[in-house]
């Protein structure tokens, strides 16, 4: 058994996909497209395996979440990049482009090497070895 794909709600769907495809290398499907009920996604492939589904509705509400806070449910999505040197590459970069770097990178208690940043609807990722 696999996690086939994960999905995200987003609010601008074109500059989450961007962000995934330029930062992550992911690959896109075309938009799909139903009118009747006003639903749109992406699916982007991973050049080591997994999905992403991102979707958009016009009637799915705006998160009260706090980013930096922690609540039931799905917390983050984790990112290996195959380095300690291209966990710091890859957050590095992100800071420099704007991006939230909530912690990292450093070596946690259970011996990971990760950094902690938020994507451009505040989605919480751990970039790791």
Known sequence: MKIEHIAIW???IEKLRSFYETYFGASSSANYLNETKSFSSYFLRFATGGRLELMQKKDVKQSNRIPEK???????IAFSVGSKELVDKM???LKKDGFKVLDGPRKTGDGYYESAVLD??????EITI
Do not use: V, W
């Open 10 to 12: 987003a609010h601008d």
């Open 70 to 76: 922690s609540y039931f449910g799905i917390a983050h």
């Open 91 to 93: 957050t590095f970069r």
């Open 120 to 125: 451009p609807e505040g989605n919480k990722l």
